[in-house]
């Protein structure tokens, strides 16, 4: 019993030695930083939406993209690639129109592979003069740019951990029968 008791115990250590060595594995980029900042309210529209994240962001052809949406569902972001600059991402903004309230949709691109989206809100307070997106070529970035679901690797990693445990547990458990039928015959 003693020798279950051990070999079980060393498998569940070596489970959580593996779980806790995979642990940077599990981040993903945050954005800790924008400008404009989530909720400010601002005299004139911003040229262009800084996102900053504490990881560096991957640059390419549409790995970065963002929805820029005001009143009536119109929308703001400007043609043309972002800039990225390491834990930074800025993307071009068409000047903007009403005095409302916008939402910055994003999807960027960690340097890990990961996609990481959000979303911020900003109000201008004094109206642009600026014209939204023609309708048809906001529809279609719109299609292109949503964000991916999924199960997040945890859960996966977890669920082996716990079936390789109880395999563990039942095949020892098992093997001890085995060895009292056996000495006792």
Do not use: C
Not at 82 to 92: G, M, R
Not at 154 to 160: E, N, Y
Request: hydrophobic share 40%.
């Amino acid at each position: 019993m003693r020798r279950v008791v051990s070999l079980l115990l060393t498998g569940l250590v070596a489970g959580a030695v593996v779980l806790g060595t995979a642990a940077p594995a599990f981040a993903h980029n945050v954005l800790v930083d924008s400008d404009p900042k989530d909720g400010s309210r601002l005299d004139a529209g911003p040229a262009a939406i800084t996102l900053t994240f504490d990881q560096p962001v991957q640059a390419g052809e549409k790995f970065n993209t963002i929805t820029v949406t005001g009143p009536e569902g119109t929308r703001w972001e400007a043609d043309g690639e972002p800039t990225v600059k390491n834990n930074s991402v800025v993307f071009p903004v068409r000047p903007l129109g009403p005095a409302a309230e916008y939402t910055v949709g994003y999807r960027v691109l960690s340097a890990d592979g990961h996609p990481v989206t959000g979303s911020l809100k900003f109000t201008l307070a004094v109206a642009g003069n600026g014209t939204p997106a023609p309708a048809t070529a906001a529809n279609a970035e719109g299609s292109s740019s949503s964000g991916s679901g999924g199960v997040p690797i945890w859960v996966w990693i977890v669920g082996a951990a716990v079936l390789l445990a109880g395999g563990a547990f039942f095949a020892l458990r098992g093997g001890t029968g085995d060895a009292k039928e056996s000495s006792g015959r």
